[in-house]
Nanobody, 117 residues
Framework: QVQLVESGGGLVQAGGSLRLSCAAS????????MGWFRQAPGKEREFVAA?????????SYADSVKGRFTISRDNAQNTVYLQMNGLKPEDTAVYYC?????????WGQGTQVTVSS
């Protein structure tokens, strides 16, 4: 059973930075792609960033975060990170860690990010 636990959210002023972490357990972490999604109040959950499994260091980002957010992974720590710089009020949302195994989606419990103007 895959388990994902996010941390690192909080309240920050516009222009500030936060680093989110997602600790994974329950399988060989390095074999799987990992991603971040977010959901703002009253909106659907949306893609933020993804990183391929080790050996294929390919990243993808939503247009809204390109140049500001960076996704990375530490396979020794079974952790994926989301470094968020230049935060904007529109980045306010609950951020979720995601992976997929055998066609099943796995999600963390989410961490709240609030950006004040």
């Amino acid at each position: 059973q895959v388990q994902l636990v996010e941390s690192g959210g909080g309240l920050v002023q516009a222009g500030g930075s936060l680093r989110l972490s997602c600790a994974a357990s329950g399988r060989t972490f390095s074999n799987y792609a990992m991603g971040w999604f977010r959901q703002a109040p009253g909106k659907e959950r949306e893609f933020v960033a993804a990183i391929r499994r080790s050996g294929g260091t390919t990243y993808s980002y939503a247009d809204s975060v390109k140049g500001r957010f960076t996704i990375s992974r530490d396979n020794a720590q079974n952790t994926v990170y989301l470094q968020m710089n230049g935060l904007k009020p529109e980045d306010t949302a609950v951020y979720y860690c995601h992976t997929n195994e055998g066609g099943t989606d796995y999600w963390g419990q989410g961490t709240q990010v609030t950006v004040s103007s």
